[in-house]
Each structure stands twice: as C-alpha cells, then as structure tokens.
C-alpha cells in the first residue's frame, strides 16, 4: 500500500501526477488528508481523500509513502504529527519515502538524507541536513526517492513505480503514456 499525505496547499501536479501512475501499475493508493478529508491545493483544486490521518493505522501493510510539495501545503505536512509518526516509522522499516519539490526539507530536517543523493526546488537545499544534493531532476539513494517540482512530476511517478515494482513495469507505464525521455 502507498500512502500519499495531503494537506492544505498541495501542489496539485505533484500529488495527482504520482497517484495516476501508481494506480496505472496496480499499487493500491491511499490518499490520506491532513485536518480534513476534503483538501484543496494550492491551485484550487480541490480533492476528496481516502481518509483521514485521524482514520491511519501504521502497519506493514505500508510499502512507500509520498510527500508532495507546494506551498503551504508542505509547512502543513510538516507539522502533522500523523506525517511525522508515519515518517519515523518508514524510516524505522525501511519503507520507501518520497518527497518532491519543497517536501523533502521535511525529511531533510529529520536528518534522514544525511550522506544520501538528494534533490529538491531551487531554494530548499538549505533543509536538507548533510545530503549529497544534486539538484537534478529526481534522486534515489536507498529507499529515500527526491523529486525536483512539478515539472518532473511524471518522472518521479515513473520512479515510484521503478522502485515497487521493477523498471520493466515503469516502462511499459512509460510507453503507454508516450512519455518521452
């Protein structure tokens, strides 16, 4: 199961991008609100979730979670306790944890990328404590994925899926959408 955090402020391409694609490969996805089960991003699209934080039991069920980034949206994350918990224990696990944009200062300020190949928006570097940061497009170093923003959104759906599922499975999502590389 992946679960995909949603708060006030999301940077919609980000979320819905990634969502898409996972479900495109069969990966059952939770869209989890943050304060709310109704949440509107930062475009005014507003989206219905799964559940709510207050509904999250973590379990082993888990396999990735997925931060989108946007503004306020990522400050909103931030300061859920669920996101946080949830965070802590996929790290504790070794669950896969994605991040794009502004969001992976989130984990970042964990001290989680420390030593570890990441990417972030122009800006954020800042907040990611002692990662190797590259600044491209999207980075994997173990089970932590770091998106650019969302011009890349696709990208790092088509990587999610790479790391669930194999690059066999990511390419014939690839293909089927035309996307180009």
């Known amino acids: 199961m992946v679960l995909v955090f949603l708060a006030n402020g999301f940077e919609e ?6 969502i898409d694609i996972l479900r495109r490969n069969g990966q059952k996805v939770v869209t989890v609100g943050i304060g709310e089960e109704v949440i509107t991003g930062s475009h005014g699209v507003t989206v219905a979730t799964d559940a709510t934080e207050l509904e999250l039991a973590l379990s082993d069920e888990i ?3 997925v931060l989108p980034g946007g503004m306020p949206g990522t400050l909103n994350l931030e300061k859920s306790k669920a996101v946080q918990d949830t965070i802590d224990y996929c790290a504790k696990n070794g669950k896969y944890i994605g991040a ?3 969001a992976p200062s989130i984990i970042g300020k964990k001290g989680l990328l420390k030593g570890r190949k990441a990417t972030c928006f122009p800006g954020f570097e800042e907040f990611l404590e002692g990662a190797d940061f590259t600044g491209g497009p999207v980075e994997q170093d173990g089970n932590f994925i770091t998106a650019r923003g969302a011009g890349v959104a696709v990208e790092f759906g088509l990587k999610l899926v790479e790391v669930l ?3 066999p499975a ?3 999502i690839r293909e089927s959408m035309r996307c180009v590389r």
Do not use: F, V
């Open 165 to 167: 599922s194999g690059k």
């Open 13 to 18: 391409t980000e979320a819905i991008a990634p």
């Open 63 to 65: 396999d990735m979670i």
């Open 100 to 102: 794009i944009c502004a």
């Open 170 to 172: 990511s390419d014939k």
